[in-house]
């Protein structure tokens, strides 16, 4: 029998146009450059005006990538969007993003795993084109997080960004030199009692209004390194693989030096490490599609090349994606 494969057939993000460096950022928030660079590796962050939505980034973001898998919205039949910073409570932003790709066919609906979002939503994706229920899907993390900050809490405003990524996935059948191309693995975790780790204080169901992030840095430092790691060798075990085997690392970007511990963690050479977060901070489930749209773009990754995605989130949510580009 032949395996269905999720193909990669192209990637695109898309950051919003307000630039705003640590010094800049020093004028408002009682920080300095210095204490934000050494403890996290962000030097700037991208950030969405009042009337930017997080749907208006995924629909530059799904535009890039369905451009460069030479594909229309007509081709596509589900779209997954991973977000914290829906656009409305409800509906889904990805039937927004639907809406404006002006499809009238297919499914389309949100993932909320925080930071974690896009690798959820590829595994989603994953496993509906691998059981036939679609074939090929637009996957998108999106965020306008910076909307959910207490800018008057220096200990996380200075942490995030917004942006958005997406790829295009087609299903195809797994023979000849696509028998190991595509989506290869992948695998998920959560544990929610650590909830009080990092959440935000708000919501329709408890206090009718949106809410601020509110975070255990520290704790969220030691769990995060600790749980990526083993998650990557759980992925890497599923596909009989070893980290020698990887072109490309491209993590969720939270922190320079929690991808630095990780990597050491590892053994895996740094130098093979899609870095963005100098450049975009945080930007939650858009990290991990703003970092390959990016490797990808400048030619680093190349067909043929084995790509491992992994991340960490709210709730917590942890998981890691293993594919052939
Ligand atoms: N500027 C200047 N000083 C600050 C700032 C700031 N922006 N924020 C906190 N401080 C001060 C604190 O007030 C404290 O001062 P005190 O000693 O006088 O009380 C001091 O700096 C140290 O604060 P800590 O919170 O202990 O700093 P720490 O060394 O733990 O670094 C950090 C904080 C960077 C948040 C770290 O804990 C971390 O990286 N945690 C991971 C968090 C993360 O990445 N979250 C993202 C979401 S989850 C994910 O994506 C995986």
């Known amino acids: 029998m032949t395996v269905t494969r999720s193909v990669i057939r192209g990637c695109g993000s898309h950051l919003p146009s307000r630039l705003v460096t640590n010094e800049e950022l020093a004028k408002t928030v009682d920080t300095t450059d210095e204490w934000i660079t050494s403890r996290t590796g962000i030097k700037q962050r991208y950030l969405v005006g009042d009337d930017e939505l997080t749907s208006d980034l995924a629909f530059g973001a799904a535009n890039a990538a369905l451009e460069q898998a030479g594909m229309t919205p007509d081709d596509i039949d589900l779209i997954v969007l991973a977000t914290t910073s829906a656009d409305e409570t409800f509906p889904a932003t990805a039937t927004t993003l639907q809406a404006r790709l002006g499809m009238d066919h297919g499914f389309a609906f949100d993932i909320q795993a925080v930071c974690s979002g896009f690798v959820y939503a590829l595994s989603t994706a994953d496993s509906f084109l691998a059981t036939g229920k679609a074939k090929a899907a637009l996957v998108v993390g999106a965020e306008s997080f910076s909307k959910l900050l207490d800018w008057d809490d220096r200990g996380t405003c200075v942490l995030f960004g917004d942006g958005a990524g997406a790829v295009v996935l087609e299903a195809q059948p797994g023979e000849g030199t696509n028998a190991d191309r595509g989506i290869i693995a992948t695998k998920l975790h959560s544990d929610g009692r650590l909830h009080d780790a990092l959440y935000v204080d708000g919501g329709p169901s408890s206090t009718q209004t949106t809410g601020k992030v509110r975070m255990k840095g520290?704790?969220?430092?030691?769990?995060?390194?600790?749980?990526?790691a083993s998650v990557v060798r759980e992925v890497l075990d599923e596909a009989g693989m070893t980290m020698d085997d990887i072109d490309w690392l491209v993590p969720h970007q939270a922190n320079k030096r929690i991808l630095d511990a990780t990597a050491r963690r590892l053994n895996f050479d740094p130098d093979k490490i899609v870095v963005t977060v100098d450049r975009h901070a945080n930007t939650s489930a858009a990290s991990v599609p703003l970092a390959l749209?990016?490797?990808?773009?400048?030619?680093?990754?190349?067909?043929?090349?084995?790509?491992?995605?992994?991340?960490?989130?709210?709730?917590?949510?942890?998981?890691?994606?293993?594919?052939?580009?």
């Not at 520290?218 to 990526?228: I, S």
């Not at 773009?297 to 989130?313: F, N, S, T, Y």
């Open 218 to 228: 520290k704790e969220v430092f030691r769990h995060a390194v600790e749980n990526l």
């Open 293 to 325: 749209a990016e490797a990808v773009g400048d030619g680093r990754i190349q067909p043929g090349h084995l790509v491992l995605m992994e991340a960490m989130g709210g709730g917590f949510t942890w998981g890691a994606c293993l594919a052939r580009w």
